[in-house]
């Protein structure tokens, strides 16, 4: 299976090997198979005795059921108030499948941190994309009427998860991949105050309007070779400035007044904007020769990287976002 993305199909093949990464994530991770069911208005106390582990919440949300995987890590008590990270799934994709295709439990169960899975609800094959806010949807169609508020969806999330679990709201934090990572970028402009960091993974967007309340600290990973958001624009109707302008954009948002250019050292070439507001920083690290992907993600078969791009393992998108987590909490 050979990918043409010059041609008019190429938005189709992208989304079917998405789509079917997510059913191949989805029948390879192991679950607990405990499921509960919990309303925006909860008001159960969030540090008591959780049982560490993955659960699946089916949660009931602006009038929508909505579905979240949750993992604890292994060393929590419950007691220990623990960052939370929430992990948005890209386009045509599910929550399962961002838990395969990130390893996020590993990386939560060695810092101790709480990582959230949701899942969005438009239908896209076997998956489901995000309502980014005035964006269209991967093809070009628009957001189907009525559709859920998404922004609305994560903040309530956010509430629910710190009622529920043992969350110190000062360590709320959001990374997403490709429709996710647009998806996070938008929460980062509306909802500056609650999120204290992003890292958009594969998809870095400075949204217009964005009306933050104070500067907040990005950092961003994205392939040199990424055939379905290309680093340097010009791609699809939600893709036509660059990673690079995007980047600038949020520093200028942030009201940095450095930069930093390093030259590409083991194929990755880091940017970063300092000297911004309230100590936020905004970190890009592009990689050199890679696709649409997650830095430091699972091998992936050769029948994904061929219409993806080229996988790398130079640097750990996982570890290098928790660096950046730690040292930017909400002010």
Not at 142 to 169: G, H, Q, R, W
Not at 190 to 219: E, N, Q
Not at 235 to 261: E, L, R
Request: aromatic letters at 8%; hydrophobic letters at 40%.
């Amino acid at each position: 299976m050979k990918a043409h993305f010059a041609t008019h199909g190429a938005t189709r093949l992208v989304k079917g090997a998405t789509a079917t990464l997510a059913l191949v994530a989805l029948s390879a991770v192991p679950f607990s198979a405990a499921t509960s069911t919990q309303s925006a208005a909860a008001t159960s106390t969030g540090c008591a005795v959780v049982s560490p582990g993955s659960t699946t919440l089916s949660l009931k949300v602006g009038g929508f059921t909505r579905t979240v995987i949750v993992h604890v890590p292994k060393s929590s008590t419950g007691t220990t108030p623990l960052a939370l990270v929430l992990n948005l799934h890209g386009s045509g994709s599910t929550a399962a499948a961002q838990v395969k295709f990130t390893k996020m439990n590993v990386t939560a169960n060695e810092d101790d941190f709480i990582v959230a899975y949701p899942q969005a609800l438009i239908p896209d094959g076997t998956g489901f994309d995000w309502n980014v806010p005035g964006v269209t949807l991967v093809g070009g169609p628009p957001v189907p009427p009525k559709s859920a508020n998404d922004l609305k969806f994560l903040t309530s999330l956010v509430a629910i998860m710190e009622s529920k679990y043992c969350v110190n709201p000062k360590e709320v934090y959001a990374t997403g991949f490709s429709g996710g990572a647009r998806m996070t970028s938008q929460l980062a402009c509306d909802d500056s105050g609650l999120f204290a960091a992003v890292a958009p993974v594969s998809g870095l967007r400075r949204p217009k309007p964005c009306p933050t309340t104070h500067a907040v600290p990005v950092i961003s990973f994205h392939g040199s070779a990424d055939p379905v958001d290309p680093f340097n624009g010009n791609g699809q109707k939600y893709w036509t400035y660059s990673v690079t302008t995007a980047a600038k954009d949020w520093s200028t948002q942030d009201h940095c007044t450095s930069i930093a250019n390093s030259v590409p050292v083991n194929g990755v070439k880091l940017t970063t904007y300092g000297t911004c507001s309230n100590g936020a920083e905004v970190e890009l690290y592009e990689i050199i020769g890679e696709g649409h992907e997650w830095p430091g993600g699972p091998t992936l078969p050769s029948v994904y990287t061929e219409l993806l791009g080229p996988q790398s393992s130079l640097v750990s998108a996982n570890s290098l976002m928790w660096t950046f987590f730690q040292a930017h909490p909400l002010a």
